[in-house]
């Protein structure tokens, strides 16, 4: 339909709820250095916008609303009879009530707007005078608003962020601003320009199409944006979808995005490539013949062509990948799971109780510090790990040194927070000392306390296990940062932390039966969904996830120094989204895990899809099967001039990584399908088609892959669901439908 006048008033008078003033502008560049730039306000039908004579029309239309309360606006600029050679055209938003307490989220990219000190590096050797009280800093280059004087910008493109999308919290109005596009135009990737004036007074916000970031990318290499050449009567139309809202609080932020996050996707593809079941057959396989190391007794996380991909305590690997193998392995793999306990209470541990965090050729890592993530994750697992041995072997099948070890660590835990009142990042290896503070890294090691009180019957466990959730809650959670997971990118914003703080509120949750770990639990789902990617990137055609149609929806970012997506997460199968799913009803927490478990298998190379390295001359250039690389880039942080370094966009390492045991944990927790009768619920997460018979008597189940499937069933009604808790051990005997490949079978419901 045509714009109207009306149209345009609306939509500037919804900004202007919150002091938002609309125009739209265009912007010339010499290269992809701004050499002019023009802008009209938002208040009529139309605008013109001239630029040095170059001239275009823009139109504005209020399209309609979403479901949850957004409002849809179409730009649509047309070029005049003159045009200009290299510009780009789009939507500035002046934020007239700015301060620095302004939160300002871009998923996966900016967190509270990044506002952070700058720790310098994350090898913590250098990082010593950080001291227990003062938050961590992230690394250099990190694109942020500046902490101090001077200038405050962050330009990114809509491919270095989980989604496009900019969200911010105003503290004084307590409103809340949701924008929303999509990716791409038909002239390219879309930009997103932010920039605050310097006395932070005032900000302006910029969608660009194309995108053009000016100067430098975010990874410090010179830019390669362009704008486009215009013709006369050439034409792009910018969709958006605007939220302005009451918003209390930053939860209430991340709880409108929630509401909000799929406003403009269009329904996902699903590509059936492998069932679950054979992806297991093949990584357990993989992993017995290529990562078990005979001579010390473990797993490794790689090939161990580095340190970092030999052993590795926990995160990537480690006691992470025991816990799917006890459980789901052959009796040789869980036999070689049950000996690396045994590795580990040789040596592992540090006198402070702490476990050491990597081991390679003999030798363990020691430089005097223990970093916190290895010992919540391994605290988690392990007590998962003994209480599945008991389960299934009685109590004779955990031995007594390795219980030693286990409560050694949850000692040391508590031993930190009574002199502290926190876990912090890095503990001493001498002492019960934090070295460095300010982080979520121990981010499970509230839900590993709360498994110990039980197995050990300590009820100091819970005790500070709750005390600690509490803290982590309120002091970041509800403050919009959770930071610290993973060990390479210091106190930056991540989703490993917040996965994991996810994992802890849930485990509460289930031992309390305290619905305030409930509503944590919530919250922090909501602010990780933010890190899960929602649509299909488009690869360049050329690359090598262009060439194999690889689809990005469900896959996750691991922090915003890294910037890149990631089948799966670091290192968890996301089964609390499940969990919350059945103690809420609420199925968008089913369907983000449907997502994100179903991303995974499609990235796993294999001997009749393998997935190559076109570098030249790289020492894996086709990846074995079983192998799963981390690498899922959609933004070209890794794009240098070497051709042998540059990772380019749609392009990957040859690597074994942590994304493997992801998997094997995805497999092992959660249901391939899941079903309510009474509700009509029926939610594919395996590689398989399903359907309802006409009376929801049985579920019909279709094999379209060439792989043999043996689904994992979950049907129960929405009472039982209600009514019941997964535990510690969800689905790990849960019944399963075989359907042959290319078949189909029928699984029978009880009325």
Same mark, same amino acid.
């Given at each position: 339909?045509?714009?109207?006048?009306?149209?345009?008033?609306?939509?500037?008078?919804?900004?202007?709820?919150?002091?938002?003033?609309?125009?739209?502008?265009?912007?010339?560049?010499?290269?992809?250095?701004?050499?002019?730039?023009?802008?009209?306000?938002?208040?009529?039908?139309?605008?013109?916008?001239?630029?040095?004579?170059?001239?275009?029309?823009?139109?504005?239309?209020?399209?309609?609303?979403?479901?949850?309360?957004?409002?849809?606006?179409?730009?649509?600029?047309?070029?005049?009879?003159?045009?200009?050679?290299?510009?780009?055209?789009?939507?500035?938003?002046?934020?007239?009530?700015?301060?620095?307490?302004?939160?300002?989220?871009?998923?996966?990219?900016?967190?509270?707007?990044?506002?952070?000190?700058?720790?310098?590096?994350?090898?913590?050797?250098?990082?010593?005078?950080?001291?227990?009280?003062?938050?961590?800093?992230?690394?250099?280059?990190?694109?942020?608003?500046?902490?101090?004087?001077?200038?405050?910008?962050?330009?990114?493109?809509?491919?270095?962020?989980?989604?496009?999308?900019?969200?911010?919290?105003?503290?004084?109005?307590?409103?809340?601003? %949701?924008?929303?596009? =999509? @990716? *791409? /135009? &038909?002239?390219? #990737? $879309?930009?997103?320009? %932010?920039?605050?004036? =310097? @006395? *932070? /007074? &005032?900000?302006? #916000? $910029?969608?660009?199409?194309?995108?053009?970031? =000016?100067?430098?990318?975010?990874?410090?290499?010179?830019?390669?944006?362009?704008?486009?050449?215009?013709?006369?009567?050439?034409?792009?139309?910018?969709?958006?979808?605007?939220?302005?809202?009451?918003?209390?609080?930053?939860?209430?932020?991340?709880?409108?995005?929630?509401?909000?996050?799929?406003?403009?996707?269009?329904?996902?593809?699903?590509?059936?490539?492998?069932?679950?079941?054979?992806?297991?057959?093949?990584?357990?396989?993989?992993?017995?013949?290529?990562?078990?190391?005979?001579?010390?007794?473990?797993?490794?996380?790689?090939?161990?062509?580095?340190?970092?991909?030999?052993?590795?305590?926990?995160?990537?690997?480690?006691?992470?990948?025991?816990?799917?193998?006890?459980?789901?392995?052959?009796?040789?793999?869980?036999?070689?799971?049950?000996?690396?306990?045994?590795?580990?209470?040789?040596?592992?541990?540090?006198?402070?109780?702490?476990?050491?965090?990597?081991?390679?050729?003999?030798?363990?890592?020691?430089?005097?510090?223990?970093?916190?993530?290895?010992?919540?994750?391994?605290?988690?697992?392990?007590?998962?790990?003994?209480?599945?041995?008991?389960?299934?072997?009685?109590?004779?099948?955990?031995?007594?040194?390795?219980?030693?070890?286990?409560?050694?660590?949850?000692?040391?835990?508590?031993?930190?927070?009574?002199?502290?009142?926190?876990?912090?990042?890095?503990?001493?290896?001498?002492?019960?000392?934090?070295?460095?503070?300010?982080?979520?890294?121990?981010?499970?090691?509230?839900?590993?306390?709360?498994?110990?009180?039980?197995?050990?019957?300590?009820?100091?466990?819970?005790?500070?296990?709750?005390?600690?959730?509490?803290?982590?809650?309120?002091?970041?959670?509800?403050?919009?940062?959770?930071?610290?997971?993973?060990?390479?990118?210091?106190?930056?914003?991540?989703?490993?932390?917040?996965?994991?703080?996810?994992?802890?509120?849930?485990?509460?949750?289930?031992?309390?039966?305290?619905?305030?770990?409930?509503?944590?639990?919530?919250?922090?789902?909501?602010?990780?969904?933010?890190?899960?990617?929602?649509?299909?990137?488009?690869?360049?055609?050329?690359?090598?996830?262009?060439?194999?149609?690889?689809?990005?929806?469900?896959?996750?970012?691991?922090?915003?120094?890294?910037?890149?997506?990631?089948?799966?997460?670091?290192?968890?199968?996301?089964?609390?989204?499940?969990?919350?799913?059945?103690?809420?009803?609420?199925?968008?927490?089913?369907?983000?895990?449907?997502?994100?478990?179903?991303?995974?298998?499609?990235?796993?190379?294999?001997?009749?899809?393998?997935?190559?390295?076109?570098?030249?001359?790289?020492?894996?250039?086709?990846?074995?099967?079983?192998?799963?690389?981390?690498?899922?880039?959609?933004?070209?942080?890794?794009?240098?001039?070497?051709?042998?370094?540059?990772?380019?966009?749609?392009?990957?390492?040859?690597?074994?990584?942590?994304?493997?045991?992801?998997?094997?944990?995805?497999?092992?927790?959660?249901?391939?399908?899941?079903?309510?009768?009474?509700?009509?619920?029926?939610?594919?997460?395996?590689?398989?088609?399903?359907?309802?018979?006409?009376?929801?008597?049985?579920?019909?189940?279709?094999?379209?892959?060439?792989?043999?499937?043996?689904?994992?069933?979950?049907?129960?009604?929405?009472?039982?669901?209600?009514?019941?808790?997964?535990?510690?051990?969800?689905?790990?005997?849960?019944?399963?439908?075989?359907?042959?490949?290319?078949?189909?079978?029928?699984?029978?419901?009880?009325?």
């Amino acid at each position: 339909m045509p714009a109207t006048q009306t149209d345009a008033a609306s939509f500037s008078a919804l900004l202007k709820d919150a002091r938002i003033t609309a125009r739209c502008e265009a912007r010339a560049y010499e290269g992809n250095r701004p050499t002019a730039q023009i802008a009209a306000e938002i208040s009529t039908a139309w605008a013109t916008l001239d630029l040095s004579g170059a001239t275009w029309r823009c139109e504005t239309q209020v399209v309609g609303d979403t479901a949850s309360g957004g409002r849809k606006i179409a730009l649509h600029f047309e070029a005049g009879a003159k045009a200009h050679d290299n510009a780009s055209v789009g939507l500035r938003l002046e934020l007239a009530d700015w301060s620095t307490k302004h939160y300002l989220l871009m998923p996966a990219a900016v967190y509270a707007g990044n506002r952070f000190e700058v720790s310098g590096t994350w090898r913590y050797e250098d990082l010593s005078h950080i001291g227990p009280n003062r938050t961590l800093g992230v690394t250099p280059r990190v694109p942020r608003l500046n902490v101090d004087q001077g200038p405050s910008r962050i330009q990114l493109l809509s491919s270095d962020m989980s989604s496009p999308v900019v969200a911010i919290h105003s503290p004084t109005l307590k409103k809340g601003l %949701i924008l929303m596009t =999509e @990716d *791409r /135009t &038909a002239l390219g #990737l $879309t930009g997103f320009d %932010i920039v605050e004036n =310097e @006395d *932070r /007074t &005032a900000a302006t #916000l $910029t969608i660009k199409v194309p995108g053009v970031r =000016e100067v430098l990318r975010h990874n410090g290499q010179p830019s390669r944006d362009r704008g486009v050449s215009w013709k006369p009567g050439q034409s792009v139309t910018l969709r958006l979808v605007v939220h302005v809202f009451d918003c209390p609080n930053v939860q209430a932020l991340y709880d409108k995005l929630f509401d909000a996050r799929n406003d403009l996707r269009p329904e996902p593809t699903r590509h059936e490539e492998i069932p679950f079941a054979s992806v297991w057959d093949i990584q357990e396989r993989k992993n017995n013949e290529q990562s078990w190391v005979e001579k010390y007794g473990y797993y490794s996380v790689g090939m161990r062509e580095v340190r970092s991909q030999d052993w590795q305590t926990a995160w990537v690997g480690g006691t992470n990948t025991l816990y799917p193998l006890l459980a789901s392995g052959e009796v040789i793999t869980r036999r070689r799971a049950m000996r690396t306990f045994d590795f580990m209470t040789n040596g592992s541990q540090q006198p402070s109780g702490f476990f050491r965090g990597s081991f390679t050729e003999g030798q363990w890592d020691d430089n005097g510090k223990a970093l916190l993530r290895y010992s919540g994750d391994s605290l988690f697992f392990l007590i998962k790990d003994f209480l599945l041995l008991e389960e299934r072997g009685g109590k004779e099948a955990v031995v007594d040194p390795w219980r030693r070890m286990t409560q050694r660590v949850a000692d040391a835990f508590c031993g930190l927070w009574d002199k502290y009142g926190q876990f912090g990042h890095h503990a001493s290896a001498l002492r019960d000392e934090i070295v460095i503070g300010g982080s979520c890294t121990a981010s499970m090691a509230p839900g590993g306390l709360a498994l110990a009180a039980g197995y050990f019957n300590e009820p100091r466990y819970l005790d500070i296990a709750k005390k600690a959730g509490v803290h982590y809650h309120d002091n970041f959670v509800a403050r919009g940062i959770t930071n610290g997971g993973p060990g390479d990118a210091s106190g930056c914003p991540d989703s490993e932390s917040c996965a994991g703080l996810l994992e802890s509120f849930a485990t509460l949750w289930e031992v309390t039966g305290e619905e305030r770990w409930l509503k944590a639990a919530r919250d922090v789902a909501h602010q990780a969904a933010t890190w899960v990617v929602n649509y299909d990137f488009a690869f360049p055609p050329e690359s090598t996830f262009g060439k194999m149609n690889m689809l990005t929806n469900g896959t996750v970012w691991a922090n915003i120094q890294n910037k890149h997506s990631a089948p799966g997460i670091c290192t968890l199968s996301g089964v609390p989204f499940l969990k919350l799913f059945r103690a809420t009803g609420d199925v968008r927490y089913l369907e983000l895990i449907r997502d994100i478990a179903h991303a995974i298998p499609q990235f796993m190379s294999r001997a009749d899809r393998p997935i190559v390295d076109i570098r030249p001359g790289q020492r894996w250039p086709v990846m074995p099967p079983g192998w799963i690389n981390e690498r899922v880039n959609m933004s070209d942080w890794e794009m240098r001039d070497d051709p042998k370094e540059e990772i380019g966009v749609g392009e990957i390492f040859g690597g074994s990584t942590w994304s493997e045991p992801a998997m094997m944990l995805t497999w092992t927790e959660l249901p391939g399908l899941y079903a309510q009768p009474d509700t009509g619920v029926l939610c594919a997460l395996d590689h398989v088609e399903a359907k309802w018979t006409k009376d929801r008597t049985g579920i019909e189940v279709k094999n379209p892959t060439k792989f043999d499937a043996s689904v994992k069933m979950l049907v129960e009604t929405s009472a039982q669901a209600k009514g019941t808790k997964l535990g510690p051990l969800p689905l790990v005997d849960a019944p399963r439908l075989s359907v042959p490949a290319g078949g189909v079978a029928m699984w029978p419901v009880k009325k």
